[in-house]
């Protein structure tokens, strides 16, 4: 579903992410960990089309994100950690805008805007505008926007801050499901318990550099992932 092949990201003369090679199959939920400033959001920006790289390749359904990055697009779903959202619009509104965007027909959007803004419990505020809404609700309309055209392969940057457990709870159910019907995930997370339940494989990069790979067994043996975790931190200080 998501091939990342010797993927390297520069910036002038600094190299935020060096020769980055992942691979998450369908029906996969792949978690990717590291310090703040490893390089996981620009992984993640590069896989959704968002910023321009150097050197490398990367592939979403077998289609080149460089080549032909429309199509990659109409195959994925990203969710920043900060949804910047257009405030002025109700949030009704803004999930039809971007059901426009994905030509998803009325029938269909109207049927998944509905089960979804029941879940997260936001079908009482589509009326209003988003500029008032909470951080948390906002990113409940991000999550139900990434979700109106049913993506192969979910990209999530921290989708956990900001969720109540219960909405937490229920895009856990979601991320699985998705798996189950053949899609594959691929998000960052500071928060390692989750993770560690969650996820089929799981990457640690540090430095921009890929440290640990492989399913979560493999990765932490007989260790949790938070002790591998600062195992590797700390590796680096010393």
Known sequence: MLQIEHFTKEYGSKVAVNDLSLEICSGEI????????????????????????QKGEIRVDGISVRENPLECKKRLA???????????LTGIQYLNFIADIFQVPKREREERIGKYSDLFGLTGD???????????????????????????????D??????????????KMIMT????????????????????????????????????????EEVKGNE???????????????
């Open 30 to 53: 792949f978690g990717f960990i590291g310090h703040n400033g490893a390089g996981k959001t620009t992984t993640i920006k590069a896989v959704a089309g968002i910023l321009p790289f």
């Open 78 to 88: 990203y969710i920043p950690d900060n949804p910047d959202l257009y405030e002025f």
């Open 126 to 156: 589509l009326g209003s505008t988003v500029s008032t809404y909470s951080h948390g609700m906002k990113q409940k309309l991000a999550l139900i926007g990434a979700l109106i055209h049913e993506p192969k392969l979910l990209l999530m």
């Open 158 to 171: 921290e989708p956990f801050v900001g969720l109540d457990p219960k909405a937490a709870h229920d895009l």
């Open 177 to 216: 499901d998705i798996c189950q019907k053949g899609g594959a995930i691929f998000f960052s997370t500071h928060v390692l318990e989750v993770a560690e339940k969650l996820c089929h494989k799981v990457a640690i990069i540090k430095e921009g550099k890929l440290a640990a790979c492989g399913t979560m």
């Open 224 to 238: 949790s992932l938070e002790q591998v975790f600062l195992e590797l931190v700390d590796d680096e200080k010393s």
